[in-house]
């Protein structure tokens, strides 16, 4: 069983900036790509930032040049730092991971998601 435990979510004004962290543990043997995807009420999810476990990060539109993903492998976690933060930037962000467990199996596992509301 794998979990992932997302922080650092919550309320801050537009231009404001706010960092996501994620952390990952149970049986983990290792964890490919790690990201974070948002959803908006009334929008499909959708895609933030994704790292993969050499460092190569791909972003979605909303996200260039505003927000930077990284990760500490040592401690299994994934961070998104989010600068200038707009309010259209409100939504439930998830973290997500792709993760091979000690028993062999590959599977995709998400965080609970954390709010975050951009205020004008």
């Known amino acids: 069983q794998v979990q992932l435990v997302e922080s650092g979510g919550g309320l801050v004004q537009a231009g404001g900036s706010l960092r996501l962290s994620c952390a990952a543990s149970?049986?983990?043997?290792?964890?490919?790509?790690m990201g974070w995807y948002r959803q908006a009420p009334g929008k499909q999810r959708e895609l933030v930032g994704a790292?993969?476990?050499?460092?190569?990060?791909n972003y979605g539109v909303s996200a260039k040049g505003r927000f930077t993903i990284s990760r500490d492998n040592a401690k299994n976690t994934v961070y998104l730092q989010m600068n200038s933060l707009k309010p259209e930037d409100t939504a439930v962000y998830y973290c997500?991971?792709?993760?091979?467990?000690?028993?062999?199996?590959?599977?995709?596992?998400w965080g609970q998601g954390t709010q975050v509301t951009v205020s004008s």
């Open positions: 997500n991971a792709k993760v091979r467990v000690v028993a062999g199996s590959v599977g995709d596992y």
């Open positions: 149970g049986s983990i043997f290792s964890i490919n790509a």
């Open positions: 790292i993969t476990s050499g460092g190569s990060t």
